[in-house]
């Protein structure tokens, strides 16, 4: 597991849509996702993926190349939105 602070639930979606990232290779916060196999499609499959499993919405000002270039870059856009839905 990750040394990083992020949900198990997120690492798993993320994982599904990296087929360059070998299994047994550790997921880490600034490991390039473009590099591991996360193209324009599997991004739209992993926003939709990720939106549901988190019930949050990824604002279009956020829908950038830089909140997809890494998984600690994602998740703290996705934490972030979490509690901004759990203090509404």
């Known amino acids: 597991m990750s040394s990083q602070k992020w949900a198990e639930p997120f690492e798993k979606k993320l994982r599904t849509y990296l ?13 390039n996702l473009a590099n591991h196999g ?6 739209v499959g992993l926003l ?12 279009d000002h956020l ?13 703290a856009v996705i934490d ?5 839905e759990t203090v509404k």
């Open 48 to 59: 939709l993926d990720l939106e549901e499993t988190f019930a949050v919405t990824i604002p």
């Open 19 to 31: 087929p360059l990232l070998s299994a047994d290779t550790e997921l880490t916060p600034d490991l």
């Open 38 to 43: 996360l193209d324009s499609l599997a991004t």
């Open 80 to 84: 972030s939105l979490r509690d901004r």
């Open 63 to 75: 829908l950038s190349v830089d909140t997809f270039a890494t998984p600690a870059g994602l998740w």
